[in-house]
């Protein structure tokens, strides 16, 4: 009953997304997101779509499982990369303060195309990741609660969701995560305040709770957030794109009614994890089969709703940001709208060919492209914020340490990467990488600066 009632209510969901779904798409609309009349989208349009494109399934997942595991301080950990919104409102704004109309048109202003060249590369990998964690979410769930099929489960919703991505865009993304937010919204809600109604449940076990595994991990995760918080926004396509399609005083409003949103969704679903943990239930299949035998039928059903919802929801806008990427910003296709859903085709072919690669941890894509980023932070703190030039030999020396950084982690288990890296927990490992990476970039572009 609980897969059956599941694919009614999914098939709903794509149903409702088809039906809002614009029918005729402009090229404005799919790579500007304008409305058929031209018109930008609104607050709360653009709120919504901020919200949900980033509490999407894997982040749900990655929340839960480190409540799990590091109790309050792993949730609250990850809670801390939804400071981005704050971080990201306040770049998006200086750079339009400076008539710059996205990251790329301020970096080529500076640093030419080897800039635009070196961000895109690192973006494109973040849109990857998009599309991969998800896809593979939705196999988690299939595999949990079909009992098998996930790679069959994986075809179907990849082909869904990109049959009106592809239709529409930018235009389209929009209009559907809308829809798609306030159904996630009211199968969360029920869910959470089932759990919270629940006879075992105690708030001030939950607000102390150590986790499983002990909160030392957590609060040493807690300090990679906070310094990966600055520029882990500006390498998100995603959240970047929304920050120059309405005009600044709504946008500015967008940023922040979306971060309270998000950090309150994000904590929420935590604490499913955390109770996972207090209540003594063993870790099975990413807490999807844990929380099978925790709850009532309806209420996971309602809990892998939100995780399909979430998860269909970033899809479509991963694959928007990526059309616009390779024809707006690489111009490596026509812009138009068939050269705009071949690259969709290609990105969600190359998501869905990563699902069968074998890595399940959820938090490697978010800590490798996290460190990735981080050569943004010197970069704008010093050329945007301070605003010195910068050389660029410090651009690079900056991009060079983040992604030999992000290599690392990816390829601790490697003999010889494992040789360099501290003995330690993995998260301690990244503590350490994120220290050094900031320390080359921000000495080589303080060296490489001078006022402007």
């Known amino acids: 009953m609980q897969a059956i009632a599941l694919i009614v209510i999914f098939l709903f969901v794509i149903a409702a997304s088809m039906v809002v779904a614009p029918r005729r798409a402009s090229l404005d609309g799919f790579f500007g ?70 990251v790329q048109d301020w970096l080529y202003a500076r640093f030419g195309a080897v800039g635009t060249t070196c961000y895109n590369a690192v973006i494109a990998l973040r849109l990857l990741s998009e599309v991969f964690a998800n896809l593979l979410v939705v196999g988690l769930i299939a595999a ?117 949103l998000s950090t309150l969704c994000i904590v929420a679903f935590g604490v499913f994890g955390i109770q996972a943990g207090l209540q003594g239930a063993a870790y099975e299949g990413e807490l999807i089969d844990t929380w099978a035998g925790m709850f009532p039928p309806w ?23 990526a059309a616009r990427l390779v024809v707006e910003e690489l111009k490596l296709v026509p812009r138009s709208l068939s050269g705009g859903r071949v690259v969709m085709v290609v990105f969600m072919g190359l998501g869905g060919a990563l699902t069968l690669w074998g890595n399940k941890t959820l938090f490697d894509a978010v800590a490798v492209s996290g460190t990735a980023s981080m050569f943004l932070t010197p970069v704008l703190i010093v050329g945007l914020v301070m605003g010195r030039k910068i050389a660029m030999w410090s651009y690079c020396v900056a991009f060079g340490a983040a992604i030999l950084g992000a290599l690392a982690y990816f390829g601790r288990g490697w003999a010889t990467v494992a040789q360099l890296l501290p003995e330690g927990h993995k998260y301690e490992q990244l503590l350490v990488i994120c220290v050094v990476v900031l320390g080359i970039g921000f000495g080589a572009v303080l060296a490489g600066s001078r006022k402007g």
């Open 144 to 260: 949990a609660v079909l009992g098998g099929g996930a790679t069959v489960s994986i075809v179907i919703v990849a082909i869904l969701g990109l049959a009106y991505s592809a239709w529409g865009g930018l235009s389209a993304a929009l209009r559907t995560d809308v829809v798609q937010m306030l159904l996630f919204l009211c199968a969360f809600g029920a869910a959470f305040a089932s759990l919270i109604l629940s006879p075992g449940f105690d708030a001030l076990a939950v607000v102390t709770a150590q986790g499983t595994a002990g909160a030392y991990n957590g609060w040493v995760l807690l300090a990679v957030a906070a310094l990966q918080v600055f520029s882990y926004p500006a390498h998100d396509p995603v959240m970047m794109d929304r920050g120059f399609i309405a005009d600044r005083d709504t946008t500015r409003r967008s940023f922040l009614h979306a971060f309270w």
């Open 299 to 321: 209420v996971f059903v309602l809990l892998m709703v939100s995780l399909l919802v979430s998860a269909l929801s970033t899809l479509d806008s991963a694959l928007a940001s």
């Open 33 to 102: 997101g304008r409305s058929a009349l031209g018109q930008a989208p609104s607050l709360w349009v653009l709120v919504l779509s901020q919200v949900t494109t980033w509490i999407f399934a894997r982040s749900l997942m990655n929340s839960a499982i480190l409540g799990y595991y590091y109790g309050i301080a792993g949730t609250l950990a990850y809670a801390a990369y939804y400071l981005s919104f704050l971080t990201g409102g306040f770049i998006v704004e200086r750079l339009r303060e400076g008539g710059a109309r996205s």
